[in-house]
């Protein structure tokens, strides 16, 4: 500890790095020549530098799906060993930021989005996710193909007698 002055009024710091992941407790204790002795109510720090684990849980459609609906279902768990998770965010397309419903609260959650009225087309997504602190992290990105339009068929009838 480092102490910084002289006589009644003297300042003391500490300066603790490196420190694991983790929730740590402390209080300071001071005395003076007399023998008197304060103390600070016990406190607590989070040390928390790990984002967010953020995976795909169905009914998400695989990478490279190709469906036949105008609509896709995005639904993901994500759980953090410390702090409560913030959001979910649905990166769509690249640009395009949706915010999604979240089910709990906590240090555990789902969140799940159903894209809508969506034309055939093929799109990208993933989705990020934040705990209380801004540590954040994402999906693998995504890639479906909606096929909604019915393929055309032409019936050309064989010439006379190709069949014989």
């Known amino acids: 500890m480092n102490r910084i002055g002289t006589g009644l009024s003297v300042a003391c ?12 407790y402390y ?7 007399a023998g008197n002795l ?10 928390d530098s790990t984002p967010p684990l953020v995976q795909y ?8 799906t190709i469906v036949t ?6 639904n993901v768990s994500v759980s953090d060993i410390l702090l409560p998770i913030s959001n979910c965010t649905l990166e769509w397309n690249g640009t395009t930021n949706l915010s999604m419903t979240t089910v709990g609260t906590g240090t555990s959650i789902s ?4 894209m809508t009225n969506l034309n055939a087309s093929t799109f990208t997504f993933r ?3 934040n705990d209380s602190v801004s540590n954040m992290n994402a999906t693998q990105l995504r890639t479906i193909t909606v096929d909604t339009d ?3 068929v032409t019936f050309t009838p064989p010439a006379y007698r190709d069949w014989e």
């Open 111 to 114: 969140c799940y989005l159903n």
């Open 150 to 152: 019915l393929p055309t």
């Open 69 to 74: 609906r105008n609509n896709t279902y995005i």
């Open 13 to 24: 710091n500490l300066n603790k790095t490196g420190l694991p992941d983790g929730i740590y």
């Open 57 to 64: 849980t169905t009914p998400t459609d695989g990478n490279a």
């Open 38 to 47: 304060n103390s600070t109510p016990m406190r607590k720090v989070t040390v």
């Open 127 to 129: 989705v990020l996710a």
């Open 27 to 33: 209080s300071v204790n001071a005395n003076d020549t």
